[in-house]
């Protein structure tokens, strides 16, 4: 599994011999089982999560109703960015949807290594650098676009996950009632 770590990061920035043999000395492994938390509201996210096997929702209620930021599957590398990076309780929880066995890193553990390796350091910026251009594409969609139109997005760019969310968590993630979303998925 930590393999599967290693060449994420690589995609991301090629990591020398030693600066991989440091990561690899440095992150750990635990499983979750389904519907148990990574990160609960209040809490400080201290950790870059890789999903090795399972599903995890980011989410957050507010006035007693819930809103899905994200999901992510295996091969997804995650972190509630706010919280991690100032050390602040985090408004978001992190819930596995699934049993859900992850490989990750402590905040400080990975800052040692990026003041120690180049190549960790620019593999943290690019992470950061999607994570930034993913939210900003996802805030623009709930304000931009229709129902119809996040569902068909979700469908094309996540048909793998449609099996494996309820359906009251994929409209809480499109930002419409249940009702709503079976009437859309009638449609089709």
Do not use: W
């Amino acid at each position: 599994m930590s393999s599967d770590f290693i060449q994420y990061c690589n995609q991301l920035s090629k990591l020398d011999k030693e600066a991989a043999a440091d990561l690899l000395n440095t992150i750990k492994s635990k499983s979750v089982k389904k519907r148990h938390y990574f990160l609960r509201e209040g809490e400080v996210c201290r950790n870059l999560y890789f999903i090795d096997k399972g599903l995890i929702k980011i989410h957050f209620i507010k006035e007693g109703k819930e809103f899905i930021m994200r999901f992510f599957p295996e091969k997804a590398m995650f972190t509630v960015l706010d919280s991690y990076y100032t050390k602040t309780p985090s408004n978001f929880m992190i819930m596995a949807l699934e049993t859900t066995t992850v490989t990750y890193i402590h905040r400080d553990n990975l800052e040692s290594l990026c003041e120690k390796h180049h190549c960790i350091e620019t593999f943290f910026r690019r992470l950061v650098s999607i994570a930034t251009i993913n939210m900003m594409k996802r805030i623009s969609e709930m304000l931009e676009e229709n129902a119809t139109t996040r569902y068909n997005n979700f469908v094309r760019e996540n048909s793998n996950l449609l099996q494996r969310i309820s359906l009251g968590d994929l409209a809480k993630y499109i930002g419409i009632t249940q009702v709503s979303l079976s009437r859309i998925r009638a449609t089709k």
